[in-house]
C-alpha cells in the first residue's frame, strides 16, 4: 500500500542538530511529487515547514526555519530527509512528511494539495 514513514525524531537541547528521513513506497511515481514537511505542536495549527519540487530542483521554506533547516530527497531511494540545525525550544512539535500534486508553487504549504501523509515523528527542543 501507499506509504510514507518517517524517522529520526527525538529530544535535543537547544542548538543542536537532527535529521529526520521519510520512506515512501508503494507507488510507482514518487519522483513526480513535490514532497513536504508540516509540523504541529499542542494548541497551534499545523504548518508547512519545507517543500521540494519533483526533481530537487526547487526548494521551499518558512521564513522560521530559513537558514537553519535543509530539505533534500534521493529519488532513487524514495526518501526525503530534513536535516534541522541550531534547533530552538520553538521548533518542538510533531512533524509529518507529506506527498502532493501542485499545480502552482502557490501552494506549496497548503496541507489540501498533498495527498499522502505520513504518521509522524516527535521532535522535542529543550533549553
Known amino acids: 500500500q501507499v506509504q510514507l514513514v518517517e524517522s529520526g525524531g527525538g529530544s535535543v537541547q537547544a542548538g543542536g542538530s537532527l535529521r529526520l528521513s521519510c520512506a515512501a513506497s508503494g507507488y510507482s511515481a514518487w519522483n513526480k511529487k513535490y514532497m513536504g514537511w508540516f509540523r504541529q505542536a499542542p494548541g497551534k495549527e499545523r504548518e508547512g515547514v519545507a517543500s521540494i519540487s519533483p526533481g530537487g530542483v526547487s526548494t521551499y521554506y518558512a521564513d522560521s526555519v530559513k537558514g537553519r533547516f535543509t530539505i533534500s530527497r534521493d529519488n532513487a531511494k524514495n526518501t526525503v530527509y530534513l536535516q534541522m540545525d541550531s534547533l530552538k525550544p520553538e521548533d518542538t512539535a510533531m512533524y509529518y512528511c507529506?506527498?502532493?500534486?501542485?499545480?502552482?508553487?502557490?501552494?506549496?504549504?497548503?496541507?489540501?494539495?498533498?495527498?499522502?501523509w505520513g504518521q509522524g515523528t516527535q521532535v522535542t527542543v529543550s533549553s
Open positions: 507529506a506527498a502532493g500534486t501542485l499545480y502552482s508553487t502557490a501552494y506549496v504549504f497548503q496541507s489540501r494539495f498533498y495527498q499522502y
